[in-house]
């Protein structure tokens, strides 16, 4: 079975700073990872994705992640950190030889940046 | 840009009650899920949908669901019965094909039962 485990419930940056939100994923086949973004009252909305290829995906809004397969991680990443970054944050993981490509998630990481 | 949309946005109904919630997919999308949001929890997978039929389920989705595309447009999701516990935001999404692995979610009902 696959799972995903996002350390930190809540993360707080100051605007400029570096946003590190961290995920861990568990799968017995090579995986699909998402990373997705909520603000409040609105839908998901993908910001990258994993599937095959580049271990190093870039997204929108400056975002980027890592895919590292000996650490079953794929963190997201930011070097500098807008207000309107402000949002909740999931980490996701699917398989697509195995199912129909339903995604697991991650509990969420609420992001707060300062001003 | 082609969107996913969802109605009602917010539904209230009473305990006992069936509601019906909408989505129509984005045009060439053939792959449909339902995932559901209990406020403060994670995202959690109800339902996968293709060819007319149900690909995958999760332990969530028993009898008391059901899922539909009745008219090749809007896909549908029942709950029979509702309980307090379904009290949730339910989302649709949808994906020309699972290779691709870009799933578009539409913004989401809010179900409450009282």
């Known amino acids: 079975a696959q799972s995903v485990t996002q350390l930190g419930s809540h993360v707080s940056v100051s605007e400029g700073a570096l946003v590190l939100l961290r995920c861990n994923y568990s799968?017995?086949?090579?995986?699909?990872l998402f990373w997705y973004v909520q603000y409040p009252n609105q839908g998901l909305q993908l910001l990258l994705k994993?599937?095959?290829?580049?271990?190093l995906v870039k997204g929108i809004n400056g975002f980027e992640a890592e895919f590292k397969k000996s650490e079953t991680s794929f963190h997201l990443t930011k070097p500098s950190a807008h207000m309107s970054d402000a949002a909740e944050y999931f980490c996701?993981?699917?398989?697509?030889?195995?199912?129909?490509?339903?995604?697991?998630f991650g509990k969420g990481t609420k992001l707060s940046v300062k001003p | 840009e082609p969107e996913v949309t969802q109605t009602p946005s917010h539904q209230v109904t009473q305990m006992g009650q069936e509601v019906i919630l909408r989505c129509v997919p984005i045009?060439?999308?053939?792959?449909f899920y339902w995932y559901r949001q209990i406020l403060g929890q994670k995202v959690e997978f109800l339902v996968s949908?293709?060819?007319?039929?149900?690909?995958?389920k999760s332990e969530i989705f028993d009898d008391q669901f059901s899922v539909e595309r009745p008219d090749g447009s809007n896909f549908t999701l029942k709950i029979r019965s509702t309980k307090l516990e379904d009290s949730a935001m339910y989302f649709c999404?949808?994906?020309?094909?699972?290779?691709?692995?870009?799933?578009?979610f539409g913004p989401g009902t809010r179900l409450t039962v009282t």
């Open positions: 996701a993981v699917s398989n697509y030889g195995g199912s129909q490509g339903n995604l697991i």
């Open positions: 045009s060439n999308h053939l792959y």
């Open positions: 999404a949808t994906m020309v094909h699972p290779r691709s692995g870009e799933q578009y």
């Open positions: 949908f293709y060819n007319n039929e149900i690909s995958e």
């Open positions: 799968s017995s086949v090579p995986p699909y």
């Open positions: 994993y599937t095959t290829g580049a271990t």
